[in-house]
């Protein structure tokens, strides 16, 4: 079975400029949900240009990081929809069934799921 | 021959060659895969179709002879029995999922050339055909193919979809044509070169090239025998005069139909037909007699009947007469039936509707890959389990029905102190310069005159005035909300304000918390006393809010009240869920401290009248019929639903939810409610209060006047006004 951890960090939801333009760190693993919102996996403090930006901290999130041949033989088969060929890119859909997540760089790939559905997603990965 | 080569063909083994399917290694043994019938070879038809290792209606002709397969013919007369599954299969059928740019059905000359060009035009290119083992059984909207392999199911997500089929080859209608003995010229070339004796052959039509067999000319009349064919009579095409001659076999070239099922299905996807499959073809004459569609065993004469009954379109033709339903889905019988129906109007009907699956698939084969809905778990479900909690699904999430005695449970609540995982509900963070003025549009109650800390109830109602949702808004700053909704309506809440901020252009964020905060509900009248012992004792009053740690856990701390009882809600991140539950039940065990679940907690809110969107609420309830007008400012500017609402109220007020009591045990919910012997409502919500000692209810009166005594449950109950519990709201403002 899939072993899927917490996956901790930030979520910050501001103007999309405003996280265009944020110092992540180098460090930082910035996924963007969305054109405002933003998934940083990392302990940071942030500062915004953006004053009514929603910052919290997020611990919703479990995955772990796959290689190439875990994501072929884990996750794959469970996709109905075509992996980006781009690298890195993040990928949002149903896996098996449940919505989440894959950043996918070169070489192994972050899978994400909100900790709710992560019996779930363990269950039907095996 | 390969020696010890055998398949088992009802309990007797079938020698058979490299390269046989069963049923040309059946042919070969001088058996035929059912009891007779044109045999096609080509998948066309469901001539050869029988139990292959317990799976029915496969195709012979499509199946690879293999050692150990175990074949039974379906029955002469009748359906084969449905298999006896008495455990879940050990193992899943496996799907496999591919990306092509184009995926080419069929890999004859048409399809060959189909897929060249594409691939030299750097397009990524699939190609199926079921001879490969690669039989496709449906196209649907993606364009999505799905085809049945031998290692399981392959789905394939296309952007173009090219049909390279072919045709298929006529069958015979005529008395005699579910004899052994038949095949189609193609069948006939096929087995001839697998070396299949057809012993004195005869040709009708098209004699197949390099098959020794006897032409005949004239029209076919009947083929003639007992089990096997034994001779053919011809009718010579000028006088009329019939010929038998003797023979073995009939090799029948009759014709082609375009073999186009799976091109017929895909509708308005980007499918393109090449080929024989996208060619027109001559009709055969229209049948006189026999069996028309082998598959339903459907007749000309039964064709005839509903006829004359007056189905005269072809999609009723085949649902009167069943004819194009089997195993074939009008392969063979489609080009008869039109020649039928286009012999008595005098034009050709369009071919009827084809819908998935094109071959007949196991329900195994047909679920593979799909997943059931996925419920959610809170960070507390073990817990919930551990205390022998009954779980359940409720609103998209796992949670408890009662931990065994739910009236003790509501004791808890109404007398000690209770924790309820309401880690469910639905939590936004709404921010920004226009985050009031959004909210006033959103909301029928007034926001701007919300302080901070403070919080208020409020509708969510739809542009018809509808309630779809409810919950609270509590102020966290000038321009930051967080807002509460349904566990169940959570989900399209957050939706629906996404697309008003959207819609509106207005200067807001929005983040949803649902799943990343717990929330543990602390209700009963020592839960103040309880939250003190854990470090609260800088407590809100009576719908004000504050961030505190409880127990050494952040919490936002919502005072408000579901249960009627004095509550707090402590929103939490859900990885300190399990150390806040754990400390709040050690510093409560004195105090009586017990956990309660939905099915007390439903009762709990009954007493008070509080309505559950959904339950007690219709899809066209509104304020006013909940007789909750007092949560509308009908004095602002606007909102969404206003018009609706002021447009509404000037019609009669002809529906309206009400309280009940009634001494005794609770009518069940949904029973209707009566008055002067007529339905006038009926029950939403019922519940025998323990604290009041008689039974309460929310139902719905749709008969104006209102009246103040009705029938349940073959009972007097009387209309009352809701709360039942605590009218004044003492207890909850504690």
């Given at each position: 079975?899939l072993?899927l951890?917490?996956i901790?960090?930030?979520?910050?939801?501001?103007?999309?400029?405003?996280?265009?333009a944020?110092?992540?760190?180098?460090?930082?693993?910035?996924?963007r949900?969305?054109a405002?919102?933003a998934?940083v996996?990392?302990a940071?403090e942030?500062d915004?240009?953006?004053?009514?930006?929603?910052?919290?901290?997020?611990t919703a999130?479990?995955?772990?990081?796959?290689?190439?041949?875990?994501?072929d033989?884990?996750?794959?088969?469970?996709?109905e929809?075509p992996?980006?060929?781009?690298?890195p890119?993040?990928?949002?859909?149903?896996?098996a069934?449940?919505?989440?997540?894959?950043?996918?760089?070169?070489?192994?790939?972050?899978l994400?799921?909100?900790?709710?559905?992560?019996?779930?997603?363990?269950?039907?990965?095996? | 021959?390969t020696?010890?080569?055998r398949?088992?063909l009802d309990?007797?083994p079938i020698?058979?060659?490299?390269g046989?399917?069963?049923?040309?290694?059946t042919l070969?043994a001088?058996?035929?895969?059912q009891h007779g019938?044109?045999?096609?070879?080509?998948?066309d038809?469901?001539?050869?179709a029988?139990?292959?290792?317990?799976?029915a209606?496969?195709?012979t002709?499509q199946?690879?002879?293999?050692?150990?397969?175990?074949v039974r013919?379906?029955?002469?007369?009748g359906?084969?029995?449905?298999?006896?599954v008495?455990t879940?299969?050990?193992?899943?059928i496996?799907?496999r999922?591919?990306?092509?740019?184009?995926?080419?059905?069929?890999?004859?000359?048409?399809?060959?050339a189909?897929?060249?060009n594409?691939?030299?035009?750097?397009?990524?290119?699939?190609?199926?055909?079921a001879?490969r083992?690669?039989?496709?059984?449906?196209?649907?909207?993606?364009?999505?193919?799905?085809?049945?392999?031998l290692?399981g199911?392959?789905?394939?997500n296309a952007?173009a979809v090219?049909v390279?089929?072919?045709?298929?080859?006529?069958?015979?209608?005529?008395?005699?044509?579910s004899?052994?003995?038949?095949?189609?010229a193609?069948?006939?070339?096929?087995?001839?070169?697998a070396?299949?004796?057809?012993?004195?052959?005869?040709?009708?039509g098209?004699?197949?090239?390099?098959?020794?067999?006897t032409?005949?000319?004239?029209r076919?009349?009947?083929?003639?025998g007992d089990?096997r064919v034994t001779?053919?009579?011809?009718?010579d095409?000028?006088?009329?005069?019939e010929?038998?001659?003797?023979?073995?076999?009939?090799?029948l070239?009759?014709?082609?139909?375009a073999?186009?099922l799976l091109?017929?299905m895909?509708?308005?996807?980007?499918v393109?037909?090449?080929?024989?499959?996208?060619?027109?073809f001559?009709?055969?004459?229209?049948?006189t007699?026999?069996?028309?569609?082998?598959?339903?065993?459907?007749s000309v004469?039964d064709?005839e009947?509903v006829?004359?009954?007056?189905?005269r379109?072809?999609?009723?033709?085949k649902?009167?007469?069943?004819v194009g339903t089997?195993?074939?889905?009008?392969?063979?019988?489609?080009p008869?039936?039109?020649a039928?129906?286009?012999?008595r109007i005098g034009?050709?009907?369009d071919?009827?509707?084809?819908?998935?699956?094109?071959r007949?698939?196991?329900l195994a084969?047909?679920a593979?890959?799909?997943?059931?809905?996925?419920?959610?778990?809170?960070?507390?479900?073990?817990?919930?389990?551990?205390?022998?909690?009954?779980?359940?699904r409720?609103g998209?999430?796992?949670?408890?029905?009662?931990?065994?005695?739910?009236?003790?449970?509501?004791?808890?609540?109404?007398?000690?102190?209770s924790l309820?995982?309401v880690?469910?509900?639905?939590?936004?963070?709404?921010?920004?310069?226009?985050?009031?003025e959004?909210?006033?549009?959103l909301?029928?109650?007034?926001?701007?005159?919300i302080?901070?800390?403070?919080?208020?109830?409020?509708l969510?109602l739809?542009?018809?005035?509808h309630?779809?949702?409810d919950?609270m808004?509590?102020?966290?700053?000038?321009?930051r909300?967080?807002?509460?909704?349904?566990?169940?309506?959570?989900g399209?809440?957050?939706?629906?304000?996404?697309?008003w901020?959207?819609?509106?252009?207005?200067?807001?964020?929005?983040l949803?918390?649902?799943?990343?905060?717990a929330a543990?509900?602390?209700t009963g009248?020592l839960?103040?006393?309880?939250?003190?012992?854990?470090?609260l004792?800088?407590?809100?009053?009576?719908l004000q809010?504050?961030?505190?740690e409880?127990?050494?856990?952040?919490c936002?701390?919502?005072?408000?009240?579901f249960?009627?009882e004095?509550?707090f809600?402590?929103?939490h991140s859900?990885?300190?869920?399990?150390?806040?539950?754990?400390?709040?039940?050690?510093h409560g065990?004195?105090?009586g401290?017990a956990p309660?679940g939905?099915?007390?907690?439903q009762?709990l809110?009954?007493e008070?009248g509080?309505?559950?969107?959904?339950?007690d609420s219709?899809?066209d309830?509104?304020?006013?019929?909940?007789?909750?007008?007092w949560?509308v400012?009908?004095?602002?500017?606007?909102?969404?639903?206003r018009?609706?609402l002021?447009?509404?109220?000037?019609?009669?007020?002809?529906?309206?939810?009400v309280?009940?009591?009634?001494?005794?045990?609770?009518p069940?919910e949904?029973?209707?409610i009566?008055?002067d012997?007529q339905?006038?409502g009926h029950?939403?919500?019922s519940?025998?209060?323990?604290v009041?000692?008689?039974?309460?209810?929310?139902g719905?009166?749709?008969?104006?006047?209102?009246?103040?005594?009705?029938e349940?449950?073959?009972?007097?109950?009387?209309?009352?006004?809701?709360p039942?519990?605590?009218?004044?709201g003492?207890?909850?403002?504690?």
């Amino acid at each position: 079975m899939l072993a899927l951890e917490v996956i901790r960090g930030l979520r910050v939801v501001a103007a999309p400029e405003a996280l265009d333009a944020a110092p992540w760190g180098e460090d930082a693993v910035v996924l963007r949900f969305a054109a405002d919102d933003a998934f940083v996996v990392a302990a940071i403090e942030i500062d915004l240009a953006d004053e009514h930006a929603i910052i919290a901290d997020e611990t919703a999130f479990v995955g772990g990081w796959l290689t190439d041949d875990d994501l072929d033989e884990w996750v794959v088969p469970h996709i109905e929809w075509p992996l980006p060929d781009a690298r890195p890119a993040l990928a949002q859909g149903f896996i098996a069934g449940v919505p989440a997540k894959l950043w996918l760089t070169d070489g192994r790939t972050l899978l994400l799921c909100p900790a709710a559905y992560a019996h779930e997603l363990s269950e039907r990965l095996r | 021959m390969t020696d010890g080569r055998r398949f088992v063909l009802d309990g007797r083994p079938i020698l058979y060659e490299d390269g046989d399917s069963v049923a040309v290694a059946t042919l070969r043994a001088g058996e035929h895969p059912q009891h007779g019938g044109t045999i096609c070879l080509a998948g066309d038809c469901g001539n050869c179709a029988a139990v292959v290792d317990g799976v029915a209606y496969v195709r012979t002709c499509q199946t690879s002879a293999r050692p150990g397969l175990v074949v039974r013919r379906h029955p002469e007369v009748g359906e084969p029995e449905l298999p006896v599954v008495e455990t879940m299969p050990a193992s899943r059928i496996r799907v496999r999922r591919e990306q092509a740019d184009l995926v080419v059905i069929g890999a004859g000359d048409s399809g060959t050339a189909a897929a060249e060009n594409a691939e030299r035009q750097g397009r990524t290119v699939t190609v199926l055909d079921a001879h490969r083992g690669m039989e496709v059984v449906a196209i649907y909207a993606g364009p999505t193919i799905i085809v049945r392999t031998l290692g399981g199911m392959l789905h394939v997500n296309a952007k173009a979809v090219v049909v390279a089929t072919g045709a298929a080859e006529l069958h015979p209608v005529c008395p005699g044509s579910s004899l052994i003995g038949l095949v189609t010229a193609r069948a006939a070339q096929q087995l001839h070169a697998a070396g299949v004796d057809l012993g004195d052959a005869v040709a009708v039509g098209s004699a197949p090239s390099g098959v020794p067999c006897t032409p005949l000319r004239g029209r076919l009349l009947r083929i003639e025998g007992d089990s096997r064919v034994t001779g053919v009579v011809m009718a010579d095409d000028t006088s009329d005069d019939e010929r038998t001659t003797a023979c073995d076999t009939v090799i029948l070239g009759l014709g082609s139909s375009a073999r186009d099922l799976l091109s017929r299905m895909s509708g308005d996807l980007p499918v393109t037909v090449v080929g024989s499959a996208a060619d027109t073809f001559p009709l055969p004459d229209c049948p006189t007699t026999g069996t028309v569609c082998p598959c339903s065993r459907v007749s000309v004469e039964d064709l005839e009947g509903v006829w004359e009954r007056g189905f005269r379109e072809l999609e009723l033709v085949k649902r009167a007469s069943l004819v194009g339903t089997g195993t074939c889905q009008g392969s063979v019988c489609l080009p008869y039936v039109r020649a039928f129906i286009a012999d008595r109007i005098g034009e050709v009907p369009d071919p009827f509707t084809a819908r998935p699956a094109s071959r007949q698939i196991t329900l195994a084969e047909a679920a593979a890959g799909v997943h059931i809905d996925a419920f959610r778990r809170t960070p507390l479900h073990d817990e919930h389990v551990a205390l022998g909690a009954r779980m359940d699904r409720f609103g998209g999430w796992w949670r408890p029905w009662d931990y065994g005695d739910h009236v003790a449970e509501y004791w808890a609540v109404r007398e000690a102190v209770s924790l309820g995982d309401v880690s469910t509900l639905g939590k936004l963070v709404v921010s920004g310069p226009d985050a009031v003025e959004f909210l006033e549009r959103l909301y029928p109650t007034t926001v701007a005159d919300i302080r901070v800390g403070r919080s208020r109830y409020a509708l969510l109602l739809n542009e018809r005035g509808h309630l779809m949702d409810d919950g609270m808004i509590c102020r966290e700053g000038e321009s930051r909300f967080v807002l509460t909704f349904t566990s169940a309506g959570a989900g399209h809440a957050e939706m629906w304000v996404r697309d008003w901020v959207e819609t509106w252009g207005l200067g807001v964020h929005v983040l949803d918390r649902t799943m990343s905060l717990a929330a543990i509900n602390v209700t009963g009248p020592l839960a103040g006393e309880l939250l003190r012992r854990v470090g609260l004792t800088a407590q809100p009053r009576f719908l004000q809010h504050v961030r505190a740690e409880v127990a050494g856990v952040p919490c936002h701390v919502m005072r408000l009240s579901f249960t009627g009882e004095m509550s707090f809600e402590l929103h939490h991140s859900v990885d300190r869920s399990l150390d806040l539950w754990r400390a709040l039940m050690a510093h409560g065990r004195d105090l009586g401290i017990a956990p309660h679940g939905l099915q007390a907690l439903q009762a709990l809110r009954l007493e008070k009248g509080n309505v559950i969107v959904g339950m007690d609420s219709e899809l066209d309830s509104t304020p006013r019929r909940l007789g909750m007008d007092w949560a509308v400012k009908m004095e602002k500017a606007d909102f969404i639903g206003r018009s609706a609402l002021a447009r509404t109220a000037q019609l009669p007020d002809d529906r309206r939810l009400v309280g009940l009591t009634m001494p005794g045990t609770a009518p069940i919910e949904g029973s209707p409610i009566w008055f002067d012997h007529q339905v006038i409502g009926h029950v939403a919500s019922s519940f025998r209060s323990p604290v009041l000692g008689h039974a309460v209810m929310l139902g719905w009166l749709k008969r104006a006047p209102f009246p103040d005594q009705v029938e349940v449950d073959g009972r007097p109950a009387s209309v009352v006004r809701p709360p039942f519990y605590d009218p004044e709201g003492t207890r909850a403002r504690a």
